[in-house]
């Protein structure tokens, strides 16, 4: 089975930065695209930040400037750089991928969530 593993939450001030990381491990041969979404009390899921399979970045209006998602394919792994952090941006970030496993037959996976609190 494919699983991510997500780490780089925490809690900073506003203005403040962090790098969230995402990992994908199991029987995967191909990333098709890789995202991160977020989730805040009493708020659905929000598609925050996306990369395709040719490097092209997608955002949400509401980081645009300040967030940077990028991937390292040879890893299967994809970052979101959050800079100048607002205490709207707390909220559960959840990693999420699209791919094809080494059945050639394609499938997706969620990870399990990390949490991001920006106050003073």
């Known amino acids: 089975q494919v699983r991510l593993l997500e780490s780089g939450g925490g809690l900073v001030q506003p203005g403040g930065s962090l790098r969230l990381s995402c990992a994908a491990s199991?029987?995967?041969?191909?990333?098709?695209?890789m995202g991160w979404y977020r989730q805040a009390p009493g708020k659905q899921r929000e598609l925050v930040a996306g990369?395709?399979?040719?490097?092209?970045?997608s955002y949400a209006d509401s980081v645009n400037g300040r967030f940077t998602i990028s991937s390292d394919n040879a890893e299967n792994t994809v970052y979101l750089q959050m800079n100048s952090l607002k205490p709207e941006d707390t909220a559960v970030y959840y990693c999420?991928?699209?791919?094809?496993?080494?059945?050639?037959?394609?499938?997706?996976?969620w990870g399990q969530g990390t949490p991001v609190t920006v106050s003073s």
């Open positions: 999420k991928t699209d791919y094809v496993n080494r059945a050639f037959a394609t499938g997706g996976a």
């Open positions: 990369v395709n399979s040719a490097g092209v970045a």
């Open positions: 199991g029987s995967i041969l191909k990333i098709n695209a």
